[in-house]
């Protein structure tokens, strides 16, 4: 077997809390990147896949294992890599040329070597013509083109990809990544690996030779296959869609009891039991999800359901784990499923459906009872949000608690369970008022 | 390879020229300033005296301004990396901003005379120091927060692909502050001759300047000089506007952060003129890019040799901590000292100095609701009517262009002709100063109600007072919060000027703190000039942190147009 490029041993990503508990991020992971193939990192958002990239290119250090380079600690200095990111990230003030040299002009290049090196490389990627533009000049396409380009022109041994092609349209993205594939199997790259992050299930086994699955919360390996069809690759083809439908079904299994990691020290606290974590619905989206399923006779195959809706698993995802929470579907097997529950939600009209919302609600979402207990145990019946922060902090990162908090109080107050005010930052409970009302004549015009 | 003569521009020519002006301007002040220090200024009121002391004002602001842009650069680029220091920072950052500076005006000036005897040099320190503290606040804030505004990605590839430390200011950091540092310095070069005139008119100190002819003018009742002063007031104003923010601005729009093109960019023609300059082209070929070229080579060999030795950032850090102390020291002895002055005066100052500032208060906030009163109607008039707007606009900037306190002795001059009291007229001189900014930020808030709730109002019938209360007194609250809280700002500042004169060799005056804080000087009664000024200084905080705070929350959260 051939010696990795880079070697991640045990490298764990943890915050340590001011009451000493751990809000772990990424449990440990090993994870090699050998020399001639494309790896893909395959996950739902905001599972640390980018944490774990950026750990890999020695930018961000791990809470403990470590990343070797050749043998090496990495450092963000001795690593031969580069990273095309999600945003671009160009300078909006240098042209396109300039955004190519500065790697150059960092290593101390002469001028005119550097100037040969950027018109090369932009010649490669299919910009020549355009050194003199400015970014803003340029497409969301041409912008990622300049973007690889730039990472191309340091010679990187690894080419890191934080979901390069997210921010392009679906055309665009799918242009620019037959060429990433053409370029790399001509080997016109002065790359040796590549390894590309990515939450889109297709795009991971249209590129990939090896993909790897994370699971969340906190991130670690769930799967990691080799895939060994023939490039290019097609997307009908029954293996390509049996994969497809293999990863379908890893991401959405429930998960598994995974085993607490030993303890590593005697001063650690044992790890608490796991909060239940809110899918990032609205509930629209659940309701138009259930109305959905309902038409096609109660059962339907997930990626058949993503493609027709034209969705990324990233957005599907949500709403389908949220109608399973909520007891309004189940999953099995990669289908959907409508329950009793979920098809009364679907058939019911506006105010009903705010019932039993409310009492699908009261019954499955933990921070839902919590929060309707506490307002009608307190005499003032509200209470401040700093609350539940101080709740939700114990067990989720800081970007986690908002929009674990965001999604409870859009569901909470669509089940008028509480009422949120804005300027107080506080929590009120709602005043019972989903009494079916008589039927109103129609306003006169 | 030097340009054929015949190929010299017109271009060229007048920037040789602007250059040999410059030269000679700075050999002629360099003489002026280590020249003795003169008691008695005599300022001259002959016409061609005026470009002479329109030259010396701006040299003061040009070199305050410099420092304060080094001090702002510096201290903002600390407080961003250096997140303990960022703590103690940036709340300072915040009292500092909220303090009116001119009421250090008279102790600066009496130390820095102090310590320069027989200079001029101290005195023009002084004034430089003053209108420093005036205008650094502002723009320390603003390079901070763009360093904090950076994107996480634009960061990581700076460093994935290596930028060492000068590499990631002059491509990073800088472009990315540019634009707020631009706007900052207008704006404090704005308020900068606010203090400068203020400065330069000041008791005993009296500078060469446009500040002091105004007043000379007025102390002997001559219209035609007074004109003349605040005409080429203007007209300096006006050519900076064009000769250098015009042009700054329009270079500045290459760092805007944006993904698409703008469509109306800012334009100047002073900017295409250099664009155009053959000098200019040539410069950049001959001496700025083999610079450029020496300095990336330099600091990447530089970033080469840092990565063998990592242990200097001990020593760094040592360094770090032996300044916090000294700072912590001085801070200390300072507040010690402080104390004991203010525990040595007696009960009747006190007194004085609690009734004095009942009357500024009270006559600072009446400034501010007699120029709400007129600004608001008349900035709603224009926001709504765009024909109006694109006369009255550019009339108010000129208007509010010519600092409050050039206009001081003008002013005072009509009022004791007019048989008025000080007591009602430093009122009218307080108004001077804060009215604009009421007026430029209600015509702003009127222009910015979207047209579809304007509509909507029309609609649903909105007439009259529930037209006001329902749509434009919330459509433009945020920024008359905006505009009364500068306003504030300056009133209390003009106050300490606008309370006590000499005029015609005597004494006005009324009761405030401003007037106790100059009669305190011209008595050199340092102790209860410390108070009045600590005093001050803490009433205004107060009043920021009690009252202008919360409604400018209520501004940001409630009252704020999102889309």
């Known amino acids: 077997m051939t010696e990795p490029i880079i070697r991640a041993q045990a490298v764990e990503k943890f915050y340590l809390q001011p009451d000493g508990n751990r809000i772990e991020v990424i449990a440990p992971v090993d994870l090699d990147i050998e020399p001639g193939k494309i790896i893909a990192l395959l996950g739902p958002s905001g599972c640390g896949k980018s944490t774990l990239l950026r750990i890999l290119t020695g930018l961000s250090k791990p809470s403990s294992g470590e990343v070797l380079w050749h043998g090496q600690p990495i450092t963000s200095q001795n690593a031969g890599v580069a990273i095309v990111f999600q945003s671009f990230a160009l300078f909006p003030w240098l042209t396109v040329i300039d955004n190519v040299e500065a790697p150059l002009e960092a290593r101390g290049v002469p001028a005119l070597e550097r100037h040969k090196r950027a018109l090369r490389i932009l010649d490669t990627v299919g910009l020549d013509g355009f050194e003199s533009a400015y970014p803003k000049e340029l497409s969301g396409g041409m912008k990622q083109r300049v973007g690889f380009a730039r990472a191309l022109v340091v010679e990187p041994e690894v080419l890191f990809m934080d979901e390069p092609f997210s921010a392009l349209d679906v055309l665009t993205a799918e242009n620019l990544r037959n060429e990433l594939l053409e370029l790399w199997h001509s080997k016109k790259m002065p790359t040796s690996a590549i390894f590309i992050v990515t939450h889109n299930i297709e795009e991971a086994i249209l590129l990939a030779d090896r993909v790897i699955v994370l699971g969340r919360n906190p991130a670690r390996i769930r799967a990691d296959f080799s895939v060994e069809l023939p490039q290019p690759r097609d997307r009908k083809s029954p293996r390509f869609v049996e994969l497809v439908d293999y990863v379908y079904k890893i991401m959405t299994q429930p998960d598994l009891a995974v085993p607490v990691p030993e303890a590593q020290a005697a001063a650690q606290k044992p790890a608490r039991q796991k909060y239940q974590m809110l899918p990032h619905a609205r509930v629209g989206g659940i309701a138009g999800l259930l109305e959905l399923l309902q038409d096609r006779g109660g059962k339907e195959d997930l990626y058949r359901l993503a493609e027709d809706l034209i969705m990324d698993a990233e957005d599907l995802l949500p709403i389908v784990e949220a109608s399973v929470l909520l007891g309004f579907a189940t999953l099995k097997e990669g289908d959907v499923e409508i329950t009793p529950d979920g098809v009364r939600f679907a058939e019911a009209d506006i105010l009903s459906r705010k019932t039993l919302f409310r009492q699908a609600s009261l019954t499955h979402v933990m921070i839902l009872q919590q929060i309707d207990s506490i307002l009608h145990a307190k005499t003032d019946h509200s209470i401040s949000e700093e609350f539940f922060y101080d709740i939700l902090d114990e067990h989720f990162s800081q970007d986690e608690v908002e929009r674990q908090f965001e999604t409870a109080m859009n569901w909470g107050r669509y089940a008028e369970i509480f009422d949120f005010d804005r300027e107080s930052h506080r929590l009120v409970l709602a005043e019972p008022v989903s009494e079916p009302h008589p039927p109103t004549t129609p306003v006169q015009p | ?563």
């Open chain 2, 1 to 563: 390879m030097l340009p054929r003569p015949s190929a010299a521009s017109l271009p060229d020519l007048v920037m040789f020229a602007a250059g040999l002006a410059l030269f000679y301007g700075i050999v002629e002040i360099g003489r002026n300033w280590l020249g003795p220090y003169r008691p008695q200024v005599e300022i001259s009121r002959s016409l061609s005296a005026l470009p002479v002391y329109a030259g010396y004002s701006l040299l003061r602001i040009a070199f305050a301004y410099v420092l304060s842009l080094i001090f702002a650069i510096v201290y903002g680029y600390i407080a961003a990396y250096r997140p303990r220091a960022e703590r103690l920072m940036i709340p300072l950052l915040d009292v500092l901003q909220s303090i009116p500076v001119l009421s250090f005006l008279p102790g600066v000036m009496l130390a820095m005379a102090a310590l320069f005897p027989g200079r001029q040099l101290g005195v023009e320190l002084g004034a430089v120091l003053l209108i420093f503290t005036g205008q650094v606040w502002n723009m320390a804030f603003s390079f901070y927060a763009s360093l904090k505004s950076i994107p996480r990605e634009m960061r990581e590839a700076a460093t994935i692909y290596r930028f060492n430390w000068w590499q990631r200011f002059l491509q990073i950091e800088l472009p990315f502050a540019t634009i707020g540092l631009v706007w900052n310095s207008m704006m404090s070069v704005a308020g900068a001759w606010f203090f400068l005139m203020a400065c330069e008119q000041f008791s005993d100190f009296r500078l060469p300047g446009l500040g002091s002819y105004l007043q000379s003018a007025a102390d002997n009742g001559d219209t035609r000089s007074i004109l003349l002063g605040i005409a080429t007031m203007i007209i300096v104003i006006v050519v900076m506007d064009q000769l250098l923010w015009r042009p700054v601005i329009a270079w500045a729009e290459k760092f805007k952060f944006e993904q698409v093109e703008s469509s109306s960019a800012p334009t100047s023609w002073v900017l295409d003129f250099l664009r155009g300059s053959r000098g200019v082209a040539y410069l950049r070929k001959r001496a700025v890019r083999p610079l450029r070229e020496q300095l990336i080579h330099f600091f990447a060999h530089q970033n080469e040799a840092r990565v063998q030795s990592e242990s200097e950032s001990a020593a760094a850090l040592w360094l770090w901590r032996v300044l916090g102390m000294a700072a912590l020291a001085a801070i200390g002895y300072a507040v010690v000292r402080v104390v004991m002055i203010l525990t040595g005066l007696s009960r009747s100052e006190f007194h004085e100095i609690g009734i004095g500032l009942g009357a500024t208060f009270l006559r600072v906030n009446a400034s501010l609701v007699l120029g709400a009163l007129w600004t608001i109607p008349a900035g709603v008039a224009i926001g709504f009517n765009p024909r109006l707007a694109r006369i009255a606009q550019p009339l108010a900037q000129i208007a509010a262009s010519v600092p409050a306190t050039a206009l001081f002795p003008v002013v005072l001059l009509i009022l004791i002709r007019l048989g008025g009291g000080l007591g009602l007229g430093s009122i009218v001189l307080l108004l001077l100063g804060t009215q604009w900014y009421i007026l430029f930020n209600v015509i702003a808030g009127a222009i910015a109600i979207p047209t579809d709730l304007k509509e909507a109002a029309s609609v649903f019938g909105l007439r009259g007072w529930e037209r006001w209360q329902k749509l434009i007194l919330p459509g433009i609250f945020p920024f008359l919060v905006t505009g009364l809280i500068t306003a504030s700002g300056g009133a209390w500042n003009a106050s300490i000027v606008a309370e006590y004169f000499h005029f015609k060799g005597q004494t006005y005056s009324t009761t405030g703190v401003g007037a106790l804080i100059s009669a305190a000087t011209d008595a050199k009664n340092f102790d209860l000039l410390l108070a009045g000024t600590i005093a001050l200084a803490a009433v205004v905080v107060t009043t920021n942190r009690l009252l202008w705070r919360r409604l400018y929350r209520l501004a940001e959260t409630r009252f704020k147009l999102e889309s």
